[in-house]
């Protein structure tokens, strides 16, 4: 029988294969082969990035995600997280049994701080919070032990860090060009100042701050490629101009610690001078077009001319650092310089540093006078609480006025009520109401150190300071005891990020953000374990024999954390579409929010929106039963109180809403409404649940620095 005869189809002239024979290799099969074997050959030597880049893709997700701090952006995360944790503990459960001690101790004592976490929820007044609070250090806990548990070569190390500094730097870069080509630029800006992608400034700030770091290091080693080199320092300029854009104070002191840190811990300081000095130039040229956006914001005109000049600054100086990174790096690699010239060549450039850096200093005595003074002054301002005020020229050249001190104080008082268990992790919004000397309504004290303390007490804070000491130990010896210069400088990276956060998480509430604290707790697990099997341990001899009962224990855990963060979640998205959907569909909406609290039963917030929504409806006896259920779960809710002690009012119950308001005045003793609502009732003309709504709509776009709309805030 032939070919034609046989029914075997023909392609591109060739006769097909027959039956049981292999087909012949064409080039392009060979080409796709020979790419697919690369990628497997490349994950075969690197595993650890598997786990890695998952996790990066989360981190990278959040950042884009009003930096993860809503929960029903951050418990997807975590949920996710947590399916990569438990792939990455089977996958790597080899190497468990051998891990350092540094690394199990570190895991022990983070670990054992989320579940005295998950224990202040029986002791907290706000028990949904501290549920909530309790998740998101679990959160931070998956993180941590995902990059501890596989060694890391530095290389892949090094890819992965490089791949975030991308990852950023383009979240960034469009967030810019779409500011600059929108219709409305001020949905941008929160307060008047530049805020996405993660809907605060402050954060803005402190996101892109984390990645210039690692962006100057990897454009300094000479192991990159020269076109790569040139983008790690065109995106340390695109970073460093969106984190100096919002005007953070916050940043402005924190940046320059962690450039310290920098300088002494992480190897190839001259490497890295080299590249700081176009980026210092370039900086300094595209300052003023980036600083002007924060004075054109009252001014739409003026505003879209400047988002303008700083997009070209900030592109311009882009693409004269790629040029200028990839020439230094080219000529790195394929010119080597005598011994000598490269000895005097280092010498000279710590000495311009040092001229510099004591230049800088005699300016800024000469700017701001005695040094003690000024700091004294600036203390002076930070207590003095003056929040609002008009700021002429920068905004990161005046006083340091703010609530703060307040918030720090009311935090202390929290620790000296409750010193050794703390309040409840989260419990600080409705004490901080009920003790402010302030007219803000913040949920976090601002202050890590104080968070950690006065919200889970001296136990808390003992296990979270383990925590630190055994990772930053398990870092130090990274940095000091690998061979290879690359891991020593991941090693020092990871500390460096670590002080830049916590230096700004001292005046700040960025552990709110999982964009922000997530990726400090991961390359911190990251730089302990940077070099590989190295540090292994010989598995103890009864390992195997614990293996299976482990590994039942940890599926348990497991468990047990995925329903804790799903309960939440699910309610949030159905408490979240129930109050954007009410207005179209009552009954719908009514049906999510019973669903959502009894998916999240410990929190109020879907009862607090029921009342809200019934209010709007005119339904007074659905909204007092959905208040009356939120003080349930919640009893010092003074939001609820009021809406009760107004109802009351209208429906002429005077006894009761008396009693009511004087609790609202008790839980919340500087809020104005109360005396309005009483005045209302005492002259026999009780305020409406309309106006009330609409004096916290206001209220509401007030601090976001908006007007109200038809539709709530408007952005201009």
């Not at 997807?76 to 459960?93: E, M, N």
């Not at 009520?417 to 976090?444: C, I, K, M, Q, W």
């Not at 911190?524 to 590989?532: C, I």
Request: overall charge negative; hydrophobic content about 50%; charged content about 20%.
């Amino acid at each position: 029988m032939n070919d034609a005869d046989s029914g075997l189809p023909k392609r591109q002239g060739r006769v097909a294969p027959r039956p049981g024979e292999l087909p012949r290799a064409t080039p392009q099969s060979r080409r796709i082969d020979g790419v697919a074997s690369a990628w497997i050959a490349a994950v075969a030597r690197s595993p650890e990035l598997i786990p890695g880049v998952a996790a990066l893709a989360v981190f990278l997700f959040w950042a884009t995600a009003q930096g993860g701090v809503m929960a029903t952006d951050s418990y997807p995360g975590a949920l996710f997280l947590l399916g990569v944790l438990s792939t990455t503990l089977y996958a790597f459960r080899a190497h468990l049994p051998r891990l350092p001690r540094l690394p199990l101790a570190a895991i022990a004592l983070l670990g054992a701080f989320a579940l005295w976490s998950y224990l202040s929820i029986a002791w907290a007044d706000d028990q949904g919070a501290a549920w909530d609070g309790a998740n998101r250090c679990l959160l931070y806990l998956t993180a941590f032990v995902i990059f501890t548990l596989p060694p890391w070569r530095p290389r892949p190390a090094a890819v992965l860090l490089g791949l975030y500094v991308v990852g950023i730097g383009v979240i960034g870069g469009t967030v810019l060009l779409k500011a600059a080509d929108s219709a409305n630029p001020l949905e941008y800006f929160i307060a008047g100042r530049f805020a996405e992608p993660t809907g605060y400034h402050n954060a803005n700030a402190a996101l892109f701050t984390s990645a210039i770091f690692p962006a100057i290091f990897l454009a300094s080693r000479q192991e990159a490629p020269w076109p790569a080199r040139g983008l790690m320092l065109a995106l340390a300029g695109v970073l460093f101009q969106l984190a100096l854009m919002p005007q953070s104070r916050g940043w402005l002191i924190a940046a320059p610690l962690a450039a310290l840190a920098y300088a002494a811990l992480v190897p190839g300081l001259v490497r890295s001078l080299i590249m700081v000095g176009p980026l210092a130039v370039v900086a300094a040229l595209t300052a003023d077009p980036i600083l002007d956006v924060f004075d054109a914001v009252d001014n739409a005109a003026e505003l879209e001319t400047a988002l303008d000049s700083a997009r070209e600054a900030t592109l311009t100086g882009a693409v004269l650092l790629f040029l200028t990174g990839s020439l230094i790096g080219f000529l790195d690699r394929h010119r080597e310089l005598p011994e000598q010239v490269a000895r005097v060549g280092s010498r000279a450039v710590l000495g311009m540093a040092g001229v510099i850096a004591l230049a800088g200093a005699v300016v800024a005595i000469g700017v701001i006078g005695n040094p003690i003074g000024w700091a004294g002054d600036r203390w002076d301002d930070f207590k003095s609480g003056e929040f609002e005020q008009e700021f002429e020229g920068s905004r990161l050249s005046q006083g340091l006025g703010s609530n703060r001190y307040d918030f720090w104080n009311v935090a202390f008082d929290e620790f000296k009520d409750s010193p050794l268990s703390g309040v409840g992790s989260e419990n600080f919004a409705e004490d901080y109401v009920r003790e402010r000397n302030s007219d803000e309504e913040p949920t976090h004290p601002h202050n890590l150190s104080l968070r950690i303390l006065a919200q889970t007490g001296l136990v808390g804070a003992a296990l979270f300071i383990g925590f630190l000491v055994a990772a930053l130990i398990g870092v130090g010896r990274t940095r000091l005891r690998s061979s290879d210069p690359l891991g020593r400088g991941v090693g020092g990276l990871a500390a460096v990020v670590f002080v830049y956060w916590f230096a700004h998480s001292t005046g700040d509430w960025f552990w709110a953000f999982p964009a922000l604290s997530a990726p400090v707790f991961a390359w911190l697990g990251l730089g302990m374990r940077v070099g590989g099997d190295r540090g292994l341990r010989q598995a103890p001899t009864w390992a195997a024999d614990w293996e299976r009962p482990t590994a039942v224990a940890a599926g348990v855990v497991v468990v047990f954390a995925a329903l804790s963060l799903a309960l939440p979640w699910t309610a949030a998205v159905d408490t979240k579409k129930a109050a954007e959907t009410w207005g179209a569909s009552p009954n719908a909406a009514y049906d999510r929010l019973d669903r959502a609290a009894d998916l999240n039963f410990l929190s109020a917030n879907p009862y607090l929106i029921e009342g809200a929504i019934a209010s709007r409806l005119d339904q007074p006896r659905r909204m007092r039963i959905a208040f009356d259920r939120a003080l349930d779960r919640d009893p010092d809710n003074w939001y609820a109180t009021l809406e009760l002690a107004a109802l009351d009012a209208i429906e002429g119950d005077s006894q009761s809403a008396l009693q009511r308001l004087q609790r609202v005045s008790a839980l919340n003793p500087r809020e104005p409404v109360t005396d309005e609502v009483r005045q209302g009732l005492l002259s026999g003309r009780p305020v409406s649940l309309e106006t009330l709504d609409a004096i916290f709509l206001e209220r509401y776009c007030q601090r976001l620095g908006r007007e109200v709309g038809p539709r709530g805030c408007t952005s201009g």
